[in-house]
């Protein structure tokens, strides 16, 4: 049976492929490590983290977001289609808009 297809959860960087560049390389998707990759942006992108499918990436991001401290919580109202916030989140007047 054919290998199933893995999705590249990176962006592919906007400068044609130079035949001098090496080849970029691909690790396994890991929220925990791509957060903290650095990306130079004079240059091809060096790694791409590529996932055995789109379940499994959404699963380990799920696992990476519920590590991260967040003073709110939002979820999806999906009778009004809209983002609700908690009430803690409070919305800041642009300086300009007095």
Not at 2 to 15: D, I, Q, T, V, Y
Not at 62 to 85: C, G, S
């Amino acid at each position: 049976a054919p290998a199933a297809p893995r999705h590249s959860l990176a962006l592919a960087s906007s400068l044609p492929p130079s035949p001098s560049a090496p080849p970029p390389e691909h690790l396994p998707w890991d929220p925990f490590v791509a957060s903290v990759q650095p990306y130079p942006i004079t240059s091809l992108q060096p790694k791409y983290f590529v996932a055995d499918s789109l379940a499994d990436a959404k699963r380990k991001m799920r696992e990476y977001t519920k590590q991260m401290r967040k003073p709110f919580t939002a979820t999806f109202d999906h009778l009004n289609a809209t983002i609700v916030t908690s009430p803690s989140v409070q919305r800041l007047t642009p300086p300009d808009a007095n």
